[in-house]
């Protein structure tokens, strides 16, 4: 598989696949039309029937580890042929789907979609409501969170495929050999933060500069439900309580010069964490997979824990994760559901992707999965950790449907109060403000 800067396809054993590369950021779509509503309830027989029938579908993922999945799903069923493109890079999948969008040609019957981008495609009617196959009786099938992300405004726009729920990566030999306990709250947190400054002024006990993504998921462990959207109308309150706790703590942090500011997997980064100085990494489950090759010094050091606590009650939130979608505008909608429901749910495309963290409970119970030992984190059974995680995160978190441009401007608002060692209630406020004018160009009803 070749990578290169411009669109190049290249033959696999069946199918083409596209690796393409693209500067810039996607943009959001400001008609709100709702998203369409399928050929009819048909329900599970009329997927069953394409898959018998067979046919091409056009499938489009920012994942080169798809591509193993479309060949695992051609295995399956001869006579289905998946042309898959993979862009690289989320912001230019985006931006290339945009563009097809924009021109009204050339879209895919499949789209890969980062949860927190659903409602952007959604609302101007790019996305297909699936209860048109019966999928939404796969609910149960899904973690509570994830199902939340891709079922909105009376309709199911996608199935999940990945799940990423939050944990607290320690060093627990820098803790230990500072005589700290593993924090289990965040004044714990802060405290712990204090004592490794204090010991010596090279170490830190959280590595954050105000990423967007950590923001919004730290907001959701807090409790905090900023944003509401029903329709066209939203609500944005950067004020509400969660929010504010969040910012409590996190003001602690960032007044006390507890915190490095090495953007991640800078060369900063990298030197950071292989030399021990930082203490933990708050991140997703994605991030397991991560440590060997970007921390490698780091092997036997570092261990996995639930998120501190603010008031003593375990609580947790997603963060990242990603969806699949059939486009409104795709050629072949049941085949195109027929593969959506095999790459969330068979056996089979798991195992083709192993290092997927699932968002099906079926996995996510097994014995097997729970028991895997982590050589890196010491033997630990680091699915167990995560999987509990799950059953803390805070119910009800909902993005905007302009999440992709909400995050961008995050360095220019909260993203000060970082650099300035200033109040992040302000810069709260100030996202919120920009939030709200951009609400209102775009023609949305504010709340």
Not at 3 to 32: D, E, F, N, Q, Y
Not at 47 to 55: I, P, R, S, W
Not at 154 to 160: E, M, N, S, T, V
Not at 369 to 384: A, S, T
């Amino acid at each position: 598989m070749k990578v290169k800067g411009t669109p190049m396809r290249t033959k696999t054993r069946r199918g083409t696949v596209a690796i393409a590369s693209a500067v810039a950021a996607s943009v959001l779509l400001a008609a709100c039309s709702g998203g369409s509503a399928g050929p009819g309830d048909e329900g599970a027989a009329a997927l069953d029937a394409a898959l018998e029938e067979g046919g091409t579908i056009e499938y489009w993922t920012y994942n080169e580890s798809s591509a193993a999945q479309a060949e695992a799903f051609m295995a399956a069923y001869p006579n289905v042929e998946v042309d898959i493109r993979v862009t690289p890079g989320v912001a230019d999948h985006n931006l290339a789907f945009q563009n097809v969008l924009t021109a009204g040609s050339g879209i895919p019957d499949v789209i890969q979609l980062e949860y927190q981008s659903v409602l952007q495609y959604q609302l101007p009617g790019h996305l297909l409501d699936l209860t048109a196959y019966g999928l939404d009786e796969l609910e149960d099938t899904f973690t509570a969170s994830t199902w939340n992300n891709v079922s909105t405004n009376g309709g199911l726009w996608g199935l999940p495929q990945d799940s990423a729920p939050m944990a607290m990566f320690y060093n627990a030999a820098l803790l230990e050999a500072h005589g700290l306990d593993v924090p289990e709250t965040w004044d714990d947190f802060v405290t712990a933060g204090k004592a490794l400054k204090a010991a010596d002024p090279n170490l830190c006990i959280v590595n954050e500069a105000g990423d967007a993504g950590f923001t919004t998921s730290m907001i959701w462990q807090a409790g905090g439900h900023p944003f509401a959207t029903e329709g066209e109308t939203v609500s944005i309150d950067l004020q509400d309580a969660g929010s504010k706790r969040w910012a409590a703590t996190w003001n602690e942090i960032i007044q006390n010069d507890l915190n490095c500011e090495y953007a991640p997997f800078s060369n900063e980064w990298f030197q950071a964490f292989n030399a021990g100085t930082v203490a933990t990494l708050l991140a997703g489950a994605w991030m397991t997979g991560a440590f060997p090759a970007f921390i490698a010094d780091g092997a036997g050091d570092w261990r996995v824990a639930q998120l501190p606590s603010h008031d003593g009650t375990r609580a947790s939130a997603e963060n990242g994760g990603s969806t699949h979608s059939v486009t409104a505008k795709s050629q072949n909608p049941a085949l195109a559901a027929a593969f959506l429901r095999w790459i969330s749910t068979d056996p089979a495309a798991f195992e083709a992707y192993p290092a997927m963290f699932p968002s099906t409970v079926a996995e996510l119970e097994s014995d097997e999965f729970l028991g895997r030992e982590d050589p890196y984190f010491g033997g630990q059974k680091v699915n167990e950790v995560f999987a509990a995680s799950i059953e803390a995160i805070v119910p009800g978190w909902q993005y905007l449907p302009w999440q992709v441009y909400a995050n961008s401007i995050v360095p220019e608002t909260v993203g000060q109060a970082y650099l300035n060692k200033s109040d992040l209630n302000d810069g709260l406020l100030a996202w919120q403000e920009r939030n709200i004018r951009y609400a209102q160009e775009q023609g949305f009803t504010v709340e």
